[in-house]
C-alpha cells in the first residue's frame, strides 16, 4: 500500500491528504449528530409533565442538561410561554436558525472532498500518461519498459486511489446527511408541538423575570 502511495506523486499525497481530512470531518460529525439525535417523543412527553405541574424551572432545567437541538428549541419556547403565539413561534424559529449551522457544520467541506478526490486521480492519471508519453518521445527508437514504469504507476495508482477514497466518503456524506434530516425533521415536530402545547390556556406557563 505504502508502495503505491510513494510511486503515485504529489497527487497522490494530496489524495492522502485528502482523505486524512474527510475522515476527520465524518468522525467529529458522526459524534456529534449522535448527541445532537434524542428520542423526541420521550422527550417531549417528559417535558409536558412538568410544564402540567407549572414547574417551569425544572422543565428549563431538563432542556438545558440534555444535549441536542429539539431540547434547545423546547428551552427557548418554555423561556417564552407567557408570550402570545406569534412571540414564541418567533422566539422557536430563532432558536432553530441558530442549531441548524451547528449540524451542517463543515458538511460542505465533506461533500467537496467526495467530489475532489476522484478528479485528483483523474489528474494524476493524465500527468502520469503525459510523463510516459515524454519518455517514449525521449527513448523512440529504443524504449525500454522500464522507463514507462514510473509514469504508469502514478497513473494507475492516482486513479485507485481517489476512487478508494472517493468513494467510503461519499458513502459517510450520505450517512450524515441522512442523520442531519432526521434530526431536521424532529425538530420541525418538536416546535409545532411545543407551540401549540403552550398555546392552550389551560397549560399556559408562567416564566419569572
Known amino acids: 500500500m505504502m508502495e503505491l502511495v510513494f510511486r503515485g506523486g504529489v497527487i497522490m499525497w494530496v489524495i492522502v491528504g485528502a482523505a486524512f481530512i474527510g475522515g476527520v470531518i465524518f468522525l467529529e460529525r458522526l459524534f456529534h449528530l449522535h448527541r445532537a439525535q434524542i428520542n423526541a417523543d420521550d422527550f417531549l412527553e417528559g417535558i409536558y409533565n412538568v410544564l402540567r405541574r407549572r414547574n417551569v424551572v425544572e422543565a428549563v432545567s431538563i432542556c438545558e442538561e440534555?444535549?441536542?437541538p429539539v431540547a434547545?428549541?423546547?428551552r427557548a419556547a418554555i423561556l417564552h410561554g407567557d408570550m402570545d403565539r406569534d412571540q414564541i413561534r418567533h422566539a422557536i424559529e430563532e432558536a432553530g436558525l441558530r442549531e441548524v449551522p451547528r449540524l451542517e457544520r463543515n458538511l460542505a467541506l465533506l461533500a467537496t472532498m467526495t467530489q475532489l478526490t476522484p478528479i485528483l486521480g483523474l489528474l494524476g492519471t493524465l500527468l502520469?500518461?503525459?510523463e510516459t508519453l515524454l519518455m517514449i518521445q525521449q527513448s523512440a527508437p529504443l524504449i525500454h519498459a522500464g522507463d514507462l514504469a514510473g509514469g504508469l504507476w502514478q497513473a494507475f495508482s492516482t486513479s485507485i486511489a481517489g476512487l478508494a477514497v472517493a468513494i467510503p466518503l461519499y458513502a459517510g456524506y450520505n450517512f450524515?446527511?441522512?442523520?442531519?434530516e432526521t434530526i431536521l425533521?424532529?425538530?420541525e415536530r418538536a416546535?409545532?408541538?411545543i407551540l401549540n402545547f403552550l398555546s392552550k390556556p389551560a397549560v399556559k406557563v408562567e416564566v419569572d423575570s
Open 72 to 74: 434547545h428549541i423546547m
Open 66 to 68: 440534555t444535549p441536542g
Open 128 to 130: 502520469g500518461m503525459t
Open 176 to 180: 450524515l446527511l441522512h442523520r442531519l
Open 191 to 193: 416546535s409545532v408541538d
Open 185 to 187: 425533521l424532529d425538530m
